[in-house]
């Protein structure tokens, strides 16, 4: 018997054009009237994943930026944060910075970027978030940050300094990847799936008892933790080698027939 279904928002629960479908919020409100909770867990920030939660009529808990975050949604409190120690983020920074890369800071629920350029309108199109533009990230009075990500079309570039990053850093952040041209870099051991298992222990609920359905590599613990990890038809092979199932696509309605499957049938 389920007790939980975590569910991811980008390329799974939401479509392309960034919306939840009809078919998709339905069967959300279906598996709630089970007694079944409903988590969302996503890279975005609080403030962006909010309408969606509000869409959702959900009032529990809200994992957000890979795992780094746990929102009340009702009460809009923050319940567990575990940020970037702030003299690790400012090495980051400036290193970053040196290489010529797009930078997007996020801090009190607030994205700051220092370029005002393709990459901050796309993401700001994508979040739904208007970004604070300012003259240098690196000179920014900064407490811990939450997250950093780098936006980087080119896909050698890409792994290219998703590696270099990981292999220079990765005793202090944690890196990862959301969609093909976002590099998310959080805390060490900062991922959803680390997130997920401390608040089933506040819950009493069992791993088993749990369904996650996502697509990217930011999704991959959670999805291997879970009882059954559900990979989305649109997500690269390697999501889908670490699950239990795999859904159809994001733009099929492929939340609402996996789980109509599972627990509506």
Known sequence: MYKLVVIDLDNTLLNNEH???????????????????????????????????????????????????????ETDNTIYHKPINKEHAKKIIKDIKDEGLHLNLYQDDKLYVDKDNEYTKRYEEISGIKAVKVNDLSELEIVDPTKLL??????????????????????????????????????????????????????????????????????????????????????????????????PHNENDGVAVILEKLIMN
């Open 150 to 247: 780098i936006i980087e079309d080119d896909p050698k570039l890409h792994l290219y300094y998703q590696k270099y990053l990981d292999e220079k850093y990765g005793d202090i952040i944690n890196v990862t990847e959301s969609k093909s041209y976002f590099i998310e870099i959080g805390a060490k051991g900062v991922n959803k799936g680390k997130t997920l298992q401390k608040l089933i222990r506040e819950k009493g609920i069992d791993k088993d008892e749990i369904i996650a359905i996502g697509d990217s590599y930011n999704d991959i613990e959670m999805l291997s933790y879970a009882g059954t990890g559900i990979a989305m038809e649109n997500a690269p092979e390697k999501i889908k080698e670490n699950a239990d199932l795999v859904a």
């Open 19 to 73: 919306k939840i479908s009809e078919r998709n919020k339905e069967i959300v409100q279906k598996v709630r009237s089970k007694g079944i909770e409903v988590i969302i867990a996503t890279g975005r920030m609080y403030i962006s994943a909010k309408p969606f939660l509000k869409e959702l009529a959900l009032k529990n808990s809200a994992i957000v930026y890979n795992g780094a975050m746990v929102k009340d949604v």
